[in-house]
């Protein structure tokens, strides 16, 4: 899936329920979100157990963050199914360099971004994602 699919289906989400609540579209796909305790240099990742999806958010976060990284977390339970690079990325990297990342941002963006604002979020660097979030 390249950038402006990703954008597409993050604003096809948006649609279909009517909300851009990440804990919301989350639970109705059946991916169960929980909350515990890290230190700040974890965010959240996501694993899969069998057939189940969680998404796992650091509850040291504010709420606002933490919206954001549900929806950056729900962008890689969609996109991407390989875990095991996920988790090395999230941990190890930072969260700032696959390709990976970046495209969990642009879904992020584009499920969380006011629609009247018009930006091609497909052509913004990671970098920038990132300063919009500010996390
Ligand atoms: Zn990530």
Redesign the pocket.
Known sequence: MDKKEIVSLAKCIRKVFDTNDPFYISKVLGIKVEFREYSRAV????RKVFNDVYIVINENYSQKEQKIICA??L??ALLHTDVAQ?II??FYNG?DV?T??HE??IFALALLLDEELDVEISSLSNYLIQNIFKI
């Open positions: 965010k959240g990742y996501y950056h977390e962008g890689h996920h990325d999230e969260g696959s990976l990342e969990a941002n």
